[in-house]
């Protein structure tokens, strides 16, 4: 049974930091591209950073470049957003997914809101004072 479970989420005030996680379980990890994306009331979902298999290859979004980081550990089969200077704009519900890595030709292409293959529940950050 696949499982992608995030953890790490709450509220930190503007400038704070955050290291968010997502456990995998399930399918084979370091065949997928991980994705961490995020969806704030009334907007859409949008694909915040990408890591490719074996964490050679990232991306991020423009609103996050320079702030957050992703990583994996693929012992552990175990995604990371580390997140920093966050700002209120960063609230949001933030899903881990999975992507496989011979479905996409680039990390930036597996970050397209809607093609992963496996989605966890969400963790929520509120950034607020």
């Known amino acids: 049974q696949v499982q992608l479970v995030e953890s790490g989420g709450g509220l930190v005030q503007p400038g704070g930091s955050l290291r968010l996680s997502c456990a995998a379980s399930g399918f084979t990890f370091d065949a997928y591209v991980i994705g961490w994306f995020r969806q704030a009331p009334g907007k859409e979902r949008e694909g915040v950073s990408c890591?490719?298999?074996?964490?050679?290859?990232?991306y991020y979004g423009d609103s996050v470049k320079g702030r957050f980081t992703i990583s994996r550990d693929n012992a552990k089969n175990t995604a990371y957003l580390q997140m920093a200077s966050v700002k209120p704009e960063d609230t949001a519900v933030y899903y881990c997914?999975?992507?496989?890595?011979?479905?996409?030709?680039?990390?930036?292409?597996?970050?397209?809101?809607?093609?992963?293959?496996?989605w966890g529940k969400g963790t929520l950050v509120t950034v607020s004072s």
């Open positions: 890591i490719s298999g074996f964490g050679g290859i990232t």
């Open positions: 997914a999975a992507v496989p890595s011979s479905r996409v030709r680039t990390v930036q292409t597996a970050c397209a809101p809607n093609g992963a293959d496996y």
